[in-house]
Nanobody, 123 residues
Framework: QVQLVESGGGVLQPGGSLRLSCTSS????????VGWFRQAPGKAQQFVAAIDESGALTNYGGSMRGRFNISRDNNKNTVYLQVNILRPEDTAVYYC????????????????WGRGAQVTVSS
């Protein structure tokens, strides 16, 4: 079981931007593929983006292309999620998960867990 820590959430106006961070006390992130998911009130979990351990491969959810960018800094044992031009519908708890890419380069979550970062977009 791997426990991750998400940070960087907050309350912002529409059109704003923020960067979420995902890290862990042990050096797990730096050697793992990591994905971001979000859970909005009354909605199912939604895949946001994922990145492999080297940063060479990234995947995004269909509705996430353009405004979302996933990156990593293995020297800091951290994966980031940049969100631009925030919309009210981006309001959700954002979670990161350790996982892997399957043969079709689709991200598969493993048993990592974090408390999540709350992002609220409101005017």
């Amino acid at each position: 079981q791997v426990q991750l820590v998400e940070s960087g959430g907050g309350v912002l106006q529409p059109g704003g931007s923020l960067r979420l961070s995902c890290t862990s006390s042990a050096a797990v992130i730096s050697t793992s593929s990591v994905g971001w998911f979000r859970q909005a009130p009354g909605k199912a979990q939604q895949f946001v983006a994922a990145i492999d351990e080297s940063g060479a491969l990234t995947n995004y959810g269909g509705s996430m292309r353009g405004r979302f960018n996933i990156s990593r800094d293995n020297n800091k044992n951290t994966v980031y999620l940049q969100v631009n031009i925030l919309r009210p519908e981006d309001t959700a708890v954002y979670y990161c998960n350790v996982g892997f890419f399957d043969s079709r380069n689709r991200f598969v979550r493993e048993n990592s867990w974090g408390r999540g970062a709350q992002v609220t977009v409101s005017s």
